[in-house]
């Protein structure tokens, strides 16, 4: 017999290629571009992220170096189409930076507010766009890529809370640190990255890896007859049942390579999803 049960957990997506929750940046419809050319930037968001909710949201944009301080004012508008009676452009954010970087600047602005109305209003989604002028009326921010600067392009950070259905037939003991359990059990543990000093990974900051510890008993959760077997086999030559890891997942992540690129990937088995004895 078994019971399913529902679960709240946050997670972290990567608008700007993540599937299956969200695609690339496109270019905006033709009827928010001026004269043929598309403004950055409109990211499509499927309806499974739509229907969850936003925890935080963070726009990141790549500001160009300077080549002296310089006060940077950031705007970011929110693209509708042209009419007679109005604006093609509603701003939403506007920022004023004291720069002096010559080797670029990563820009974050929250953005949690917008999205949640695009949720909730998908019609008035037509888009952004981004700029970002210094004092001699140049156009810092990177919104069309120019040669070598791939991996600049703008993109959103998403942070949701997930609600998940999920059997308790074979998944294992849950435990926690006030737990009795002596038995094979999955613990909780969160990697702080930002602990470790490694401020070249962009996102996540941190994430929930758990681990696995406890006793293996006599045919207690062991995931192969021949863990069994072997004992009987050959009880000197082997040491019992160990607690590891028997399903793990991967995390999506975002993080600098050493030309200041920013790299999507999908890192495999950083998550221990159960625990059992092999």
Known sequence: MHTNTSSETPACFLLSSCPPYCSSVHAP???????????????????????????????????????????????????????????????????????NSRVGHWQSIDFKHVLQNWFKQPHTNWGIDINAFDESGNDLAVTSLRPGEEGLQPFLEVKVLETTKRSRRNLGLDCDEHSTESRCCRYPLTVDFEAFGWDWIIAPKRYKANYCSGQCEYMFMQKYPHTHLVQHANPRGSAGPCCTPTKMSPINMLYFNDKQQIIHGKIPGMVVDRCGCS
Do not use: D
């Open 29 to 99: 419809e033709p009827l928010v571009q001026v004269n043929g050319k598309p403004s950055c930037c409109f990211f499509k968001f499927s309806p499974k992220l739509m229907f969850t909710k936003v925890l935080k949201a963070q726009l990141w944009v790549y500001l160009r170096p300077l080549q002296q301080t310089s006060t940077v004012y950031l705007q970011i508008l929110r693209l509708k189409p042209v009419t007679e009676q109005g604006s093609r452009h509603i701003r939403i954010r506007s920022l004023k930076i004291e720069l």
